[in-house]
């Protein structure tokens, strides 16, 4: 009876962790020599939202100060380069590799944080912007 009882909870616990990898996922980055092309950098926490279930989702905002969104990220102005740098951490260095900003701040309690994502100028090179 023990081991019965014993193989019945080991099944239901392997179960229970195959459960747990449904969990949907983002698109994965093609391979091949054809490089994705964002239009926006609005576009990608769009997908980045995507991911997540309903009652999977978080309190946020987006944008700017100017500009700010609730409940959804938003477009950053990266005219305002102070802002760029002080909210988004964008280095004064590489104002002229970007042409598109976005952001989205997770709002909890006095534990917040800040996601940016932009969008690179043709011919900026990403490694020199991601190592600044």
Known sequence: MKRAVMAFLITLVFLNLLGCSSKKRLPEADQSEEKVKYTDALEVWDIVLEAYDEEDLFAICGG?????????????????????????????????????????????????????????????????FSDE
């Open 64 to 128: 700017n100060q100017e500009n700010a969104v609730m409940d959804a990220p938003g477009k950053f102005d990266i005219s305002k380069t102070e802002e760029l740098t002080n909210t988004l951490g964008l280095p004064e260095s590489q104002f002229e590799n970007i042409d598109d900003a976005a952001s989205m701040m997770h709002l909890m309690n006095a534990n917040t944080f800040t996601g940016a994502v932009y969008h690179l100028k043709d011919g900026a090179d990403i490694n020199t």
